[in-house]
């Protein structure tokens, strides 16, 4: 079977999980810190805009906005091939360390956009790396609440939109995260793009569809609700 096109519709985000395959894909702070510079070096080459982000050791997630249709797998390629090669030398390690390539869609920036902020920013918690989001020091939710800035990121008008002010803002995240994420969005946010189908209303599948590079939902599935799986890939991926 031919493999389809990544999603692409101009000046929509993107939500992006990168899985590690042969173990963490960080091993101490200088690995993170290595990623975190090829991340901003990538993104600034690929003309690729980075709205959130979190490393985690076996999940990588990023919210973005890609320029041009392969913005994206531009700024993977090149994170991958010099991530991967600088750490294999400085583990004594070998081979690839992803598990597959990389995973994307187009989501609906009004409807999940922050909501798909908060899944990164709070992944940590999820997985039990940490009780508080703002203790992760791996992850973009000290940048949206105003103790951190992150010079490769660019925030987002829906982000901006949080307040008048840098500190009503930084509020108004905290206030985000402060409630409970409903589980349907979040397993129909990570089961998209998983499976790189894009997540919005109808109306707005119907308007992406008018400049996307290739259709939006599987041929069988257009004209039904969706339905949330009870598993998202055969390996757990955190969020």
């Not at 791996?138 to 987002?156: E, Q, V």
């Not at 206030?175 to 209303?201: C, F, H, I, K, Y």
């Amino acid at each position: 079977m031919t493999r389809l096109a990544r999603h692409y519709v101009p000046e929509q985000p993107q939500h992006v999980i990168l899985q590690g395959l042969t173990g963490p894909a960080f091993l101490d702070e200088g690995d993170y810190r290595y990623f975190l510079a090829c991340l901003a070096d990538a993104a600034r080459v690929a003309d690729l805009a980075v709205h959130a982000w979190v490393l985690m050791p076996d999940t990588i997630q990023f919210l973005v906005t890609p320029s041009y249709e392969s913005s994206v797998a531009m700024a993977m390629q090149g994170i991958g091939r010099r991530y991967v090669d600088t750490f294999n030398r400085r583990h004594g390690r070998r081979g690839t360390m992803w598990r597959g390539e990389y995973r994307a869609t187009v989501i609906e920036p009004d409807r999940y956009f922050l909501l798909a902020s908060q899944v990164i920013d709070h992944a940590p918690v999820r997985n039990r790396l940490v009780a508080d989001p703002g203790s992760y020091q791996w992850s973009s939710y000290t940048h949206h609440i105003g103790l951190r800035a992150d010079s490769f990121i660019k925030d987002h008008p829906l982000y901006r939109a949080l307040g008048d002010t840098p500190v009503e803002r930084y509020q108004a995240y905290r206030d985000l995260g402060a409630q409970l994420l409903d589980e349907r969005d979040v397993n129909s946010l990570m089961q998209s793009t998983l499976e790189g189908w894009v997540l919005g209303s109808p109306a707005y599948c119907e308007w992406a569809a008018q400049t996307a590079n290739r259709r939006l939902m599987p041929v069988l599935l257009r004209d039904r609700p969706a339905k949330v799986r009870s598993t998202l890939a055969p390996a757990r991926v955190g969020y």
